[in-house]
């Protein structure tokens, strides 16, 4: 009885981490980004509906698991879908038409998807999201970074080039978000318990570098997909660059609210105020 | 027996309290936002900034904070300018949200008033304090300083337990955009009953590249270069505060490794003569030379945007030979391997001086262990171990003798 109790236990542990077949529809749409101060600039999305929305969808699977992918092309142009670091997914996708991928990870880690045509405009005008892959059942919070030149985007849309070597942003958002709005998210507010292992996802879907700085706290490199020797180094300070992930570990040794901000201090800024930028706070309990 | 035993326990606590004593450290810091500050060009600009003492101006950057790890380290911070209040953040300090130094989260010092900043100072490293009220503003106006916490014991040791070092310096990165320094940019908007006032940042379009406040000849005219000898070991630590990146390139006659990050050890050594440094960021960086020679830190500020080079500064390296064949014996030469490089075999040569615990290893490039020689204690004398089928990889390699816990000595190995 004993043993078969045992195999039982076994067996139920073995089911619980079985790869799974997951499916996800993606829509290219195009829309307006209206910033923290009210401005708006064209923009487009990869979302789960027809509907646009400024924020990129987050898609998560297991490791193992089978990621089926269809992306609709919504748009009136061609578009393209490719997933930073991972090989054989680079697609190009004509207006009203779809394309379906499948893509496996095979580690706890974070993989920025995005649309591969035209590079970098098509990105740059929000075309890009992340895939979390994790099988860990503790807390977690996610950043999509950005920057954003209103100018640009608007020339962009447009069909115009423009001169990357001129760059300079004027909005800079977590997942479609300025301060103070920012902190109303969930998924992407830190909230939780002193001792309480917490997982943050971040992904820069932007063009610049950016310098996160956590107050409070030094926290662990569980993955990064630029800098593999980097992980397990604590820190304060993550720089992230284009198009890269990190996986961080935080476990809070005491309670109280701490920003997190670019330390490229420019960037707490929108549209040239100061605090309207990338600017969060955690919040432990 | 037992009354015996008591006494020995006691008297052991009662040295051991004092061998490492928990001090406090006493800081005072004046705020000022009327300094003038000297660009390389002779050009004066307005700074904000933070003073030793009343009889003084603020320099950019502010006074560096020294304290032991242990030590209760209290600031007393009095604000003497008019205008906008002040804070102090302790960046990477980890200390409780009171003493955080964000305004609509803990406190502001208004004008004449005190502010009390207290905190334990955590693991030995590098550290930093600015003032967290408009901070893009108050950071570019110079209202920032090192905090460089040093071991329980106060040695040069990077921590404790660390490698030890015999010359320190430190390099602080910033940029200076003089159109930020004009009044209508200082004399920003302020009210005290807003959580944040919001302020109008100018286009960040920097002329000046700072390297501890100096830039061009103002670094070579206040002495900021590394002047050591081959076989000293140099603790060279990278702050950058500035909102730029920082590519720092060291002569690869240094030697460097990378052993630390925002006052934290690494978990893996980074062999690298080039550290790059963003905003916020600090590093830890070990450079021992083998020889003589004269050369330079090349330091590029790139923008963060554009990854355009906008600046470059050099700090000049001197590295001198031995005085004298003892001086060379005495400072070094510990170790060494022949032959190198090698085929098949090789002998690692060390001479102990002392009697002490007495670790060899062999490293790869990503300070990944290859092979551990010995880790015992050891009597004066001269020992040789041979390297013979543990290195299957043609490649480099490092060797490295530590007496007491501590990293003495690294041979560079090289596998044919």
Request: aromatic letters at 12%.
């Amino acid at each position: 009885m004993k043993k078969i109790i045992t195999l039982l236990v076994f067996g139920c542990a073995v089911l619980s981490t079985r790869a799974v077949d997951v499916s996800e529809t993606l829509y290219i749409n195009r829309g307006e980004f209206v910033a923290s101060d009210g401005n708006a600039f064209a923009y487009m999305a990869f979302n789960r509906t027809q509907n646009f929305a400024k924020e990129n969808a987050i898609i998560e699977v297991g490791v193992d698991d089978n990621l089926e992918l269809k992306i609709i092309n919504n748009d009136t142009i061609v578009h393209g879908f490719n997933v930073k670091n991972y090989i054989g997914v680079d697609s190009e996708i004509q207006p009203g038409d779809s394309i379906t991928v499948t893509c496996s990870f095979s580690s706890e880690s974070v993989f920025v998807y995005y649309d591969s045509y035209n590079y970098p405009n098509n990105v740059y005008m929000g075309l890009s999201g992340m895939i979390v892959v994790s099988d860990n059942s503790f807390s977690k919070f996610y950043w999509n970074i950005k920057e954003h030149q209103q100018t640009y985007n608007d020339t962009i849309a447009k069909g115009y080039s423009v001169d990357w070597q001129s760059y300079y942003p004027d909005y800079f958002t977590i997942n479609g978000e300025s301060a103070p709005n920012i902190n109303i998210d969930t998924k992407a507010r830190v909230t939780g318990s002193v001792n309480e292992t917490i997982y943050l996802y971040i992904t820069n879907t932007g063009q610049s570098i950016h310098s996160m700085h956590f107050h409070g706290y030094h926290l662990e490199i569980m993955y990064s997909s630029k800098y593999t020797a980097h992980v397990g180094r604590s820190k304060d300070t993550f720089p992230i660059h284009s198009l890269e992930g990190l996986v961080l570990k935080l476990v809070p040794d005491k309670t109280g609210e701490y920003p997190v901000h670019d330390h490229n201090l420019v960037t707490v800024s929108g549209g040239g105020i100061y605090p309207m930028g990338m600017f969060i706070t955690m919040l432990i309990q | 027996m037992m009354k015996a035993l008591l006494t020995s326990y006691f008297v052991f606590v009662f040295c051991m309290v004092n061998v490492f004593a928990q001090n406090d450290v006493n800081v005072m810091l004046i705020v000022r936002n009327t300094g003038i500050k000297i660009l390389d060009n002779g050009d004066t600009i307005r700074v904000f900034g933070f003073a030793e003492n009343l009889g003084s101006q603020p320099d950019v950057p502010g006074v560096t904070i020294y304290a032991n790890e242990g030590d209760s380290v209290h600031i007393d911070l009095f604000n003497v300018s008019q205008g906008a209040p002040h804070t102090i953040h302790l960046h990477g300090l980890d200390v409780n949200q009171q003493n955080d130094g964000v305004p609509q989260l803990s406190f502001e010092v208004e004008h004449m008033d005190h502010g009390y900043y207290h905190f334990k100072a955590p693991h030995a490293g590098t550290y930093l304090y600015h003032c967290h009220v408009e901070s893009p503003i108050h950071v570019q106006a110079g209202m920032y300083g090192l905090v460089i916490i040093r071991p329980s014991d106060g040695s040069n040791t990077t921590w404790n337990g660390g490698p030890y070092y015999h010359k320190e310096l430190s390099l602080f990165m910033s940029e200076i955009d003089t159109v930020w320094h004009s009044d209508s940019v200082l004399n920003h908007p302020y009210d005290t009953s807003l959580a944040v006032t919001p302020a109008p940042l100018p286009i960040y379009n920097p002329q000046f590249f700072l390297v501890n406040g100096s830039s061009g000849q103002q670094l070579i005219d206040n002495s900021v270069e590394l002047n050591t000898q081959a076989a000293s070991r140099n603790y060279i630590r990278l702050t950058n505060i500035g909102y730029y990146g920082n590519r720092v390139i060291l002569p690869t006659a240094l030697n460097s490794k990378i052993i630390a990050s925002d006052g934290r050890s690494l978990p893996q050594v980074e062999y690298t003569d080039t550290v790059y440094v963003y905003p916020g960021e600090r590093y830890g960086v070990l450079a021992e030379a083998d020889i003589e020679f004269v050369d330079s830190i090349k330091i590029e500020y790139f923008d963060l945007n554009t990854y355009a080079v906008k600046g470059v500064e050099y700090i000049s390296v001197n590295v001198s030979g031995f005085n004298s064949v003892e001086e060379a014996v005495n400072s070094k030469n510990n170790l060494s391997v022949s032959p190198n490089p090698y085929a098949e075999k090789a002998i690692i040569t060390v001479k102990i001086v002392a009697e002490s615990l007495v670790s060899i290893q062999i490293i790869d490039v990503k300070g990944r262990l290859v092979k551990d020689f010995e880790n015992a204690q050891k009597a004066a004398g001269i020992y040789t171990y041979q390297i013979s089928n543990y290195i299957e990889t043609s490649g480099i390699y490092f060797v490295t003798l530590s007496l007491d816990g501590r990293v003495v000595e690294t041979q560079k190995l090289i596998k044919k």
